[in-house]
């Protein structure tokens, strides 16, 4: 099981520019997340699904827009970047199972200038 | 949203046990208590959680206060591996198992 991986591990952009992020688990979890980490911050929730063909917003989701793209990938737009995005982003997803817990990617470290 | 107040900052000795409080005054009856830790330049990774009692597991042991407003991660022997940032996190399970992570305590182990 390789868990949870994400593309790209690093990323430069120009603002304006626009990228995607891609997550994959191969766990078999209903649920997955997309959360930012800025410098000495703890993590904040921008978009999750609950399952295969929902998503939802979380704490932070302006500027972003996600696709679940089927059970094992969920995917993160950002379709004009701003250097307000430069961050660490991380994949999740939730075992719903026991013990209920999420399992996170390595992250994309992201710089926009 | 209940919320978590956690110590900025803690350190350890190498092989000494390790205590890493949390506050959690407004917790409510469905929130599940959860630590996680993030070693550096890694993804966040779970270390145990718990509703009302204690609980053990290999890499750590989590008590409980009996009205649920603090608890605290036990480390049984730290070691230079453990240092890392620690979280301590309410999931609602009322709200879509919402989990909003703080800052954390960043342990520090001297050998």
């Known amino acids: 099981n390789a868990g949870v991986t994400q593309t790209p591990k690093f990323q430069v952009l120009k603002t304006g520019q626009s990228m995607t992020l891609q997550c994959a688990q191969d766990m078999n979890h209903n649920s997955m997340y997309w959360y930012r980490q800025d410098p000495g911050m703890g993590l904040r929730l921008i978009y999750y699904?609950?399952?295969?063909?929902?998503?939802d917003k979380g704490e932070v989701p302006n500027g972003y827009n996600v696709s679940r793209l089927n059970k094992r990938e969920f995917s993160l737009r950002l379709e004009s970047a701003a250097p307000s995005q430069t961050s660490v982003y991380f994949c999740?997803?939730?075992?719903?199972?026991?013990?209920?817990?999420?399992?996170f990617g390595p992250g994309t470290r992201l710089t926009v200038l | 949203d209940a919320k978590t107040t956690q110590p900025n900052s803690m350190e350890s000795n190498e092989e000494e046990p390790v205590h890493l409080p949390c506050n959690h005054s407004?917790?409510?009856?469905?929130?599940?208590i959860h630590w996680y830790r993030q070693l550096p330049s890694q993804g966040p990774e779970y270390v145990i959680h718990?509703?009302?009692s204690n609980v053990n597991n290999r890499m750590a042991s989590l008590a409980i206060a009996e009205d649920r407003k603090s608890s605290t991660l036990i480390l049984h022997r730290a070691t230079l591996r453990d240092a890392a940032v620690y979280y301590c996190i309410l999931r609602d399970v009322s709200n879509n198992n919402d989990m909003r992570f703080g800052a954390g305590t960043r342990l520090t182990v001297k050998p």
């Open positions: 999740a997803s939730r075992s719903g199972g026991a013990p209920d817990t999420q399992y």
């Open positions: 699904s609950a399952s295969e063909g929902t998503t």
């Open positions: 718990g509703l009302t």
């Open positions: 407004t917790i409510s009856g469905t929130d599940y």
